[in-house]
């Protein structure tokens, strides 16, 4: 008895020095940061002088709300979400549809699916810079378009076109992380109901809607949520195509955040703008993960 009782005492301070590293971890780079954007964010803070930090109370929130610039930057961050996921979660679906055979090849369509997400989203902003070119002569795109007889477009220059030049390439981008979501999800449904489908005169269409879909129904709830929380994030391709522009088009609100807190060092007001934020986002949340259990 007493020997089980020095080997529990024993297991439970193996697992609490597997858990401390992960608090501590936890504690310095997410908790003491969120509250100290909360701190700040009722403050006057400038980066360049940290010594002269002054109380503003709500100073910062009334400026906010009446702040035009924050507004079309929540409208863009909304409308990138509202398109890129149900364009990005068919995408992904459809991928892992075409390459859940078995037959022989199939991994290197697989592979070549999934590269683009394993690669620097720097990287691919900068490239995919290079194939939007206005120019028919240096533009990829618009010199397909040319050859096809069909009219160049402006893509990153115009902003009737620049957000949904970036809608497409993130699609593209991140569609191959939730492609290999769906596809283990695929694999999870027994090839039983396939079986009986078939033998109940199903075709392929009605076994993708009474089969596939259903048993794929908690795998699409946890790709559209991930899919929204990433897409709400939005700051990688704005910032390396257009600078949040041409004319604000861009302009997310995690860029409009780093533009206030690190380019006019008003670390005070990008505070206020991320704690609306944070706001926003668990209130987007809440809400997806309310309509989805409803379901």
């Not at 940061?33 to 929130?61: H, Q």
């Not at 533009?139 to 050859?147: D, I, M, R, T, Y």
């Amino acid at each position: 008895m007493k020997t089980n009782g020095i080997k529990r005492k024993s297991e439970i301070k193996a697992a609490y020095l597997f858990v401390i590293p992960a608090l501590v971890l936890l504690v310095a780079f997410l908790i003491v940061p969120a509250l100290s954007t909360i701190r700040y964010a009722f403050t006057n803070y400038n980066i360049m002088r940290p010594d002269k930090i002054k109380f503003v109370g709500f100073e910062n929130f009334i400026k906010l709300f009446s702040d035009d610039s924050f507004w079309q930057a929540v409208l863009n961050t909304f409308y990138f979400t509202v398109i890129v996921v149900p364009f990005q979660c068919i995408l992904a679906l459809g991928l892992a549809l075409l390459i859940s055979s078995r037959r022989r090849g199939v991994s290197i369509f697989r592979a070549a699916y999934f590269s683009p997400q394993v690669t620097s989203m720097v990287v691919i902003a900068i490239l995919w810079t290079v194939l939007y070119n206005p120019n028919p002569d240096t533009g990829l795109l618009n010199a397909f378009l040319k050859s096809m007889g069909l009219n160049t477009s402006q893509f990153l220059n115009s902003p009737d076109t620049a957000m949904n030049s970036i809608i497409f390439m993130s699609a593209w981008q991140a569609a191959g992380y939730q492609m290999m979501i769906f596809l283990a999800g695929l694999q999870g449904i027994p090839g039983e109901q396939y079986e009986a489908a078939s033998i109940d005169g199903a075709g392929k269409f009605k076994q993708f809607i009474y089969v596939t879909l259903p048993g794929l129904k908690n795998v699409i709830k946890y790709v559209i949520m991930i899919t929204m929380i990433q897409a709400m994030k939005l700051f990688t391709q704005p910032y390396v195509m257009t600078k949040g522009g041409p004319q604000n088009s861009t302009r997310t609100l995690v860029y409009y955040i780093y533009e206030q807190g690190f380019q006019k060092r008003h670390f005070g007001y990008a505070c206020t703008v991320a704690a609306v934020f944070f706001v926003i986002v668990i209130t987007m949340s809440l809400s997806m993960k309310k309509i989805i259990k409803a379901d």
